[in-house]
């Protein structure tokens, strides 16, 4: 360590010598329970419940459960009662570093964030309490280039949204933040509007507003019991008495495990030590005329913001540094914690303090007057757990907030709006608490979030992976078999080949903004399908069966296009009351009355948990039954896949006796199977379910049946590239709860003639009356070594007019292919367009779909002595 550094840190642990400390810091001396706070703040313990009856009982009084509240009452929701053990914001809240931020990498969060920051500004105006919201902005600094290209990436996936966010110059940076060390920075991305908050006085405003509506906010009470009675309702049992209530969210923050158990739930959540540092006054930053922005290094892993005429600094250490309070998980957390602190560890953040100190000179001459070391929440993948949890019926969560300052305003209003209205009012699928199953284990949790704190501030690459706590018990029975051969992907907790290595190659994961090692693999196996036999393992789909008097009737209701007869197969679209895409499955009826339902990897829990909600709802006497652990799945797809299945089977697989979309039980190779003719590739092909433990012998025998066709593996990569070309859509980017399907282009699927009532089914006939504004378009891009993603912004004109929702190279056409929304007078065939990639905008048009027909499609048109285009 250098002298100079020594030296810093001797002033840097010296304790302060006089002056005010930081509100942060004065955090640590506020009431622990009932009376007025020093600014007069109501803060009365409560004596009883008040009521024995209530709509929504939120346990937790942190910023989440309180904004929740808050939003509930203020939409008119009577009968709205909060519970908190302890004091309002004790837990996290009360010592987070309040960061707000309209910044986010994802897509659907930036809603949550830009909601929360225009709420926080007219907080204080509408309930009469000062929140403390500074926002002078903030900058991401790039060091490297591949943090501008990641800035640029970024800026592509921002221009569809209203939040300000720009692309700086070194010199601009310097001019807002002069006190920078400028040696490495070669750009900033800037969000103006961006601040802090102190949480404090946020949640305080936050339940003044809760109970100006009318809502009940009850303190110190903690709840000891939950039962759910058979009509669904809960039983809150606390010392003062036991609450009746419609529905139950569970917003406890570190206490959210402990309230799972309650009623047998193992939430996959795990408390990490964060710390930062408050300095105190340095005359560089006092001299200033205007608040600094608050700044992210993201190369030395920190945030920075001015605190008073001081600076706050917070880094993430590596996963091999930080820390857990993993005893919480096996112990609970200890009774009577709530506005405690963790012992500081500044040896633990040393290389980070350093890496400041070199970016701010002005912190080596800094004194320190607090330091802050406390438990914020990590799921396994960092994000929130939010939404009705399946297979408990009216248990709500919004838990593992390891950002719950700038989520808490817009998940209040996101989770009021779910509430009322009985659907989600935005895509937000990355939350689904249903992510999440039993094979999300204690040891995946904790090495997932070790992970995921490490690699707060790690560059964000398009189909990025991470390693930690792989494989999970879901493993298919070629795991083994493939896992040297491949490079695998993490689906759902699932192992599933990305692309597989053939000598020569470059393996491995070698992530990129640009083409990388996959991409000529990938082109190999695209040919490998078109033109021969390709197997691919499909075990991670969701596969549920459904039987029962009623499941006719219930999967009538449930799904817009018509039921399958028995033996047949179709894709079927289940849409919210106000006709957005909820979900997309694979519909087929097995026997009379007994259908199996296929769903994506991500969207197993998410869609069983809508089906069983209807079921309750309606009362229908059907069984459902979750087969995805124990149901293997390989597909078949090429010219050659009948050719290569026939060696197996005695029962005639030619196309005039299995035909397209039909489903059938038979043998190959003496295994077991359910054979579907499907295939997402678009290609001839069969998708074949079976027990778990027969795949290696079934995958060992189709491969050793097309050795002289020439078989080979592909991968989900190549996979992608088929299905585009063929202009198949895909749940989560062409259709969610933000679409509906109409605009999708998924009116094949969709019946408003059936008799049936399904959901959604009024919705759209007025969708359709009125007229679309939008729709999806196909379009070819004149790329160089980029492909679309998918949430790129579309131009024209000048101005941004749309998004890609997904894309991949064609290599049939040689050349990037998306699908993208665009206003509905851009989206004639041969429009003109541009699409945003890394900061350049690449001609685009809008082309006649699909580019390759598929191979139903190509037979029909030879049995018609037509020539099919490929």
Same mark, same amino acid.
């Given at each position: 360590?250098?002298?100079?550094?020594?030296?810093?840190? +001797?002033?840097? &642990?010296? !304790?302060?010598?006089?002056?005010?400390?930081? #509100?942060?810091?004065?955090?640590? =001396?506020? $009431? @622990?329970?009932?009376?007025?706070?020093?600014?007069?703040?109501?803060?009365?313990?409560?004596?009883?419940?008040?009521?024995?009856?209530?709509?929504?009982?939120?346990?937790?009084?942190?910023?989440?459960?309180?904004?929740?509240?808050?939003?509930?009452?203020?939409?008119?929701?009577?009968?709205?009662?909060?519970?908190?053990?302890?004091?309002?914001?004790?837990?996290?809240?009360?010592?987070?570093?309040?960061?707000?931020?309209?910044?986010?990498?994802?897509?659907?969060?930036?809603?949550?964030?830009?909601?929360?920051?225009?709420?926080?500004?007219?907080?204080?105006?509408?309930?009469?309490?000062?929140?403390?919201?500074?926002?002078?902005?903030?900058?991401?600094?790039?060091?490297?280039?591949?943090?501008?290209?990641?800035?640029?990436?970024?800026?592509? +996936?921002?221009? &569809?949204? !209203?939040?300000?966010?720009?692309?700086?110059? #070194?010199?601009?940076?310097?001019? =807002?933040? $002069? @006190?920078?060390?400028?040696?490495?920075?070669?750009?900033?991305?800037?969000?103006?509007?961006?601040?802090?908050?102190?949480?404090?006085?946020?949640?305080?405003?936050?339940?003044?507003?809760?109970?100006?509506?009318?809502?009940?906010?009850?303190?110190?009470?903690?709840?000891?019991?939950?039962?759910?009675?058979?009509?669904?309702?809960?039983?809150?049992?606390?010392?003062?008495?036991?609450?009746?209530?419609?529905?139950?969210?569970?917003?406890?923050?570190?206490?959210?495990?402990?309230?799972?158990?309650?009623?047998?739930?193992?939430?996959?959540?795990?408390?990490?030590?964060?710390?930062?540092?408050?300095?105190?006054?340095?005359?560089?930053?006092?001299?200033?005329?205007?608040?600094?922005?608050?700044?992210?290094?993201?190369?030395?892993?920190?945030?920075?913001?001015?605190?008073?005429?001081?600076?706050?600094?917070?880094?993430?250490?590596?996963?091999?540094?930080?820390?857990?309070?993993?005893?919480?998980?096996?112990?609970?957390?200890?009774?009577?914690?709530?506005?405690?602190?963790?012992?500081?560890?500044?040896?633990?953040?040393?290389?980070?303090?350093?890496?400041?100190?070199?970016?701010?000179?002005?912190?080596?001459?800094?004194?320190?007057?607090?330091?802050?070391?406390?438990?914020?929440?990590?799921?396994?993948?960092?994000?929130?757990?939010?939404?009705?949890?399946?297979?408990?019926?009216?248990?709500?969560?919004?838990?593992?907030?390891?950002?719950?300052?700038?989520?808490?305003?817009?998940?209040?209003?996101?989770?009021?709006?779910?509430?009322?209205?009985?659907?989600?009012?935005?895509?937000?699928?990355?939350?689904?608490?249903?992510?999440?199953?039993?094979?999300?284990?204690?040891?995946?949790?904790?090495?997932?979030?070790?992970?995921?704190?490490?690699?707060?501030?790690?560059?964000?690459?398009?189909?990025?992976?991470?390693?930690?706590?792989?494989?999970?018990?879901?493993?298919?029975?070629?795991?083994?078999?493939?896992?040297?051969?491949?490079?695998?992907?993490?689906?759902?907790?699932?192992?599933?080949?990305?692309?597989?290595?053939?000598?020569?190659?470059?393996?491995?994961?070698?992530?990129?903004?640009?083409?990388?090692?996959?991409?000529?693999?990938?082109?190999?196996?695209?040919?490998?399908?078109?033109?021969?036999?390709?197997?691919?393992?499909?075990?991670?789909?969701?596969?549920?069966?459904?039987?029962?008097?009623?499941?006719?009737?219930?999967?009538?209701?449930?799904?817009?296009?018509?039921?399958?007869?028995?033996?047949?197969?179709?894709?079927?679209?289940?849409?919210?009351?106000?006709?957005?895409?909820?979900?997309?499955?694979?519909?087929?009826?097995?026997?009379?009355?007994?259908?199996?339902?296929?769903?994506?990897?991500?969207?197993?829990?998410?869609?069983?948990?809508?089906?069983?909600?209807?079921?309750?709802?309606?009362?229908?006497?059907?069984?459902?039954?979750?087969?995805?652990?124990?149901?293997?799945?390989?597909?078949?797809?090429?010219?050659?896949?009948?050719?290569?299945?026939?060696?197996?089977?005695?029962?005639?697989?030619?196309?005039?006796?299995?035909?397209?979309?039909?489903?059938?039980?038979?043998?190959?190779?003496?295994?077991?199977?359910?054979?579907?003719?499907?295939?997402?590739?678009?290609?001839?092909?069969?998708?074949?379910?079976?027990?778990?433990?027969?795949?290696?012998?079934?995958?060992?025998?189709?491969?050793?049946?097309?050795?002289?066709?020439?078989?080979?593996?592909?991968?989900?990569?190549?996979?992608?590239?088929?299905?585009?070309?063929?202009?198949?859509?895909?749940?989560?980017?062409?259709?969610?709860?933000?679409?509906?399907?109409?605009?999708?282009?998924?009116?094949?699927?969709?019946?408003?003639?059936?008799?049936?009532?399904?959901?959604?089914?009024?919705?759209?006939?007025?969708?359709?009356?009125?007229?679309?504004?939008?729709?999806?378009?196909?379009?070819?891009?004149?790329?160089?070594?980029?492909?679309?993603?998918?949430?790129?912004?579309?131009?024209?004109?000048?101005?941004?007019?749309?998004?890609?929702?997904?894309?991949?190279?064609?290599?049939?056409?040689?050349?990037?292919?998306?699908?993208?929304?665009?206003?509905?007078?851009?989206?004639?065939?041969?429009?003109?367009?541009?699409?945003?990639?890394?900061?350049?905008?690449?001609?685009?048009?809008?082309?006649?779909?699909?580019?390759?027909?598929?191979?139903?499609?190509?037979?029909?048109?030879?049995?018609?002595?037509?020539?099919?285009?490929?």
């Amino acid at each position: 360590m250098s002298a100079v550094l020594r030296g810093a840190l +001797r002033r840097l &642990w010296r !304790p302060c010598r006089g002056g005010c400390p930081s #509100p942060l810091a004065a955090a640590a =001396l506020r $009431p @622990l329970s009932g009376g007025a706070d020093a600014r007069g703040r109501e803060n009365s313990p409560s004596s009883s419940l008040g009521k024995d009856r209530a709509d929504t009982v939120i346990i937790g009084g942190g910023c989440v459960g309180v904004s929740l509240a808050y939003h509930l009452a203020k939409a008119g929701l009577k009968d709205v009662v909060l519970l908190e053990k302890s004091e309002l914001t004790a837990g996290s809240t009360w010592h987070a570093a309040g960061l707000t931020t309209y910044f986010h990498p994802g897509i659907n969060l930036k809603k949550i964030h830009y909601y929360s920051i225009k709420l926080y500004e007219k907080l204080a105006e509408e309930t009469g309490q000062a929140v403390g919201f500074h926002q002078p902005g903030s900058i991401r600094i790039a060091t490297t280039p591949t943090r501008v290209d990641e800035f640029k990436y970024q800026m592509t +996936r921002v221009g &569809w949204h !209203p939040t300000e966010q720009y692309l700086i110059t #070194p010199e601009k940076v310097q001019e =807002l933040f $002069p @006190l920078l060390n400028m040696d490495k920075v070669l750009a900033g991305l800037y969000n103006p509007g961006d601040g802090h908050i102190d949480p404090y006085s946020l949640t305080m405003a936050l339940a003044a507003g809760a109970r100006k509506y009318g809502a009940q906010l009850n303190y110190p009470v903690k709840v000891t019991n939950l039962n759910c009675r058979s009509d669904g309702t809960w039983e809150v049992e606390t010392p003062l008495g036991i609450i009746l209530a419609k529905r139950i969210v569970n917003a406890a923050g570190f206490w959210a495990r402990d309230v799972g158990k309650m009623i047998g739930l193992q939430h996959p959540l795990i408390p990490v030590h964060h710390q930062y540092v408050v300095t105190s006054t340095i005359p560089e930053v006092k001299a200033l005329k205007t608040e600094l922005p608050v700044i992210r290094d993201l190369e030395g892993s920190y945030y920075l913001r001015q605190e008073r005429d001081g600076l706050l600094f917070g880094p993430y250490e590596s996963e091999e540094k930080m820390k857990l309070q993993d005893s919480w998980v096996t112990n609970g957390v200890p009774p009577g914690f709530g506005k405690e602190l963790f012992e500081s560890d500044l040896d633990r953040i040393m290389e980070h303090i350093e890496a400041a100190m070199e970016m701010v000179p002005v912190l080596r001459k800094a004194d320190i007057i607090n330091t802050i070391a406390g438990p914020i929440t990590y799921s396994p993948d960092i994000l929130p757990m939010v939404g009705p949890h399946q297979g408990v019926r009216n248990y709500w969560v919004a838990i593992g907030f390891g950002y719950g300052i700038i989520h808490a305003g817009g998940i209040g209003k996101y989770l009021s709006d779910w509430i009322l209205e009985g659907e989600p009012p935005f895509d937000l699928i990355e939350l689904d608490p249903n992510r999440y199953g039993k094979w999300t284990t204690t040891e995946f949790t904790a090495a997932k979030a070790r992970e995921s704190y490490g690699f707060n501030n790690i560059v964000g690459y398009p189909k990025e992976e991470r390693f930690a706590g792989r494989p999970t018990e879901r493993t298919s029975g070629l795991y083994d078999l493939l896992k040297s051969e491949c490079s695998m992907g993490f689906h759902a907790g699932w192992e599933q080949p990305h692309w597989f290595y053939k000598p020569g190659d470059e393996t491995g994961y070698k992530p990129s903004f640009r083409r990388t090692n996959w991409f000529d693999p990938v082109s190999r196996e695209y040919k490998q399908v078109m033109e021969k036999v390709g197997v691919i393992d499909l075990s991670p789909f969701g596969k549920f069966k459904v039987r029962g008097t009623d499941s006719v009737k219930l999967l009538d209701h449930l799904f817009a296009n018509v039921v399958p007869k028995v033996g047949s197969t179709n894709i079927s679209h289940m849409l919210t009351p106000r006709g957005k895409v909820y979900a997309e499955l694979t519909v087929s009826q097995l026997h009379p009355a007994e259908f199996m339902l296929v769903t994506g990897s991500g969207s197993e829990l998410h869609d069983l948990r809508w089906i069983e909600e209807e079921v309750m709802r309606g009362g229908y006497k059907v069984e459902i039954e979750n087969i995805t652990d124990e149901t293997g799945v390989l597909g078949v797809a090429g010219p050659y896949a009948r050719q290569v299945l026939q060696k197996l089977t005695n029962e005639d697989l030619s196309d005039g006796s299995f035909k397209f979309l039909q489903s059938r039980h038979l043998k190959l190779s003496d295994i077991a199977v359910t054979a579907i003719r499907i295939s997402y590739t678009g290609e001839l092909g069969w998708e074949l379910y079976h027990k778990k433990e027969d795949t290696v012998a079934l995958y060992s025998a189709i491969m050793e049946a097309g050795q002289k066709e020439g078989i080979d593996n592909f991968g989900t990569y190549a996979l992608n590239a088929l299905r585009l070309e063929k202009g198949f859509r895909a749940w989560g980017a062409e259709m969610n709860c933000d679409t509906n399907p109409l605009e999708a282009g998924l009116e094949y699927f969709v019946r408003l003639n059936k008799p049936a009532d399904f959901t959604g089914k009024q919705a759209l006939k007025q969708i359709k009356e009125k007229g679309l504004k939008r729709r999806l378009v196909y379009l070819t891009v004149e790329t160089d070594d980029v492909d679309p993603e998918g949430n790129e912004s579309v131009w024209h004109n000048g101005k941004v007019i749309g998004n890609t929702t997904s894309g991949s190279f064609s290599y049939s056409a040689q050349q990037s292919l998306a699908f993208a929304y665009v206003p509905t007078e851009l989206s004639k065939v041969g429009q003109k367009l541009e699409v945003e990639l890394l900061g350049k905008n690449y001609p685009a048009a809008v082309i006649q779909e699909p580019l390759v027909l598929t191979e139903p499609t190509r037979a029909r048109l030879q049995r018609k002595g037509k020539s099919p285009k490929m």
